[in-house]
């Protein structure tokens, strides 16, 4: 099998270099894009699972548990920019909430090298590389918090995979591994005392938990310009409540864009959506 891979990959070759063409960054970038994709595909090859590795992306020294990880958070995160801003300020405060190994804070940092970050991260396996990673690039102005964001403050079950560089973790047991542990949870109100950038949200199925303690504390939301968040619609076929998550954040000022994709009806969609004031 390992030989019939590295023979497709002239072919793999082509495609990785029309995927990274298809960017919108600058076509010196394009080239690094082309490279990176190119590079983890190889080392993608027979890997071996829960081994630390290390890539150079985008002047970032990254590490992961495998390289199938490091190449979907690469395409998931930087190739389609779905965390992109534009701040009036040099040093804008970011929020972010499910930071896994910290690729979306290479992404903030790449684009905002002055941002200061606070991160969310309750995964052992994931904190343990963000961390790591955070203190490999030398970052500042970088805040982590190894806490599940949550509708109270008291400990709450999380569930893990036995893979750690699978990104199934979540509070939910649909949708997280089938290792259960106990973890520190806080509010994000807590964190919104001063002026928010950007709220980034992709917590897995528990942004129900964190629009719970926002409608407990609906005048700390008024001080976010902006949210980015991954809703993740009809997990395991469960009840449609869309509108209702939606119109809490009409009710307090945000208009909104959507991006998804599905392929047969009743499918579970993990949408993206983009919150923001004005316009």
């Not at 894009?33 to 090859?45: A, G, M, P, Q, Y």
């Not at 690729?103 to 790591?132: G, I």
């Not at 995979?161 to 699978?166: A, V």
């Not at 008024?222 to 395991?236: C, T």
Request: charged share 25%.
């Amino acid at each position: 099998m390992k030989l019939i891979s590295y023979l497709k990959l002239p072919l793999t070759a082509v495609r990785l270099w029309f995927e990274a063409n298809e960017t919108s960054f600058s076509s010196p970038d394009k080239w690094h894009i082309f490279k990176v994709l190119l590079r983890l595909r190889f080392k993608e090859i027979g890997e071996k699972k829960n081994t630390i590795i290390s890539e150079q992306i985008f002047g970032f020294q990254i590490h992961a548990y495998d390289y199938t990880t490091l190449l979907f958070l690469f395409r998931e995160i930087f190739l389609t920019k779905d965390y992109y801003f534009t701040s009036e300020s040099a040093t804008p405060r970011i929020i972010d909430c499910g930071a896994n190994i910290g690729f979306s804070l290479f992404f903030h940092k790449y684009f905002h090298p002055n941002a200061e970050v606070v991160a969310f991260e309750p995964n052992p396996s994931a904190f343990e590389l963000l961390a790591l990673n955070v203190k490999s690039n030398g970052l500042n102005q970088v805040s982590l918090i190894q806490k599940a964001v949550s509708e109270n403050e008291d400990p709450i079950f999380f569930y893990v995979n036995e893979d750690k560089g699978s990104l199934l973790s979540s509070v939910r047991n649909d949708r997280g591994g089938n290792t259960q542990i106990k973890i520190e949870t806080c509010l994000l109100s807590s964190y919104l005392d001063r002026p928010v950038d950007l709220l980034k949200i992709d917590v897995e199925g528990a942004e129900w938990l964190i629009l719970n303690d926002l409608k407990a504390n609906t005048q700390k939301l008024s001080q976010v310009k902006q949210v980015i968040l991954e809703y993740h619609h009809r997990i395991n076929g469960e009840e449609s409540r869309l509108c209702s998550f939606l119109s809490y954040f009409e009710e307090c000022g945000f208009n909104y864009n959507i991006r998804t994709n599905y392929q047969n009806q009743g499918d579970f969609q993990d949408l993206v959506i983009n919150f923001y004031r004005g316009i």
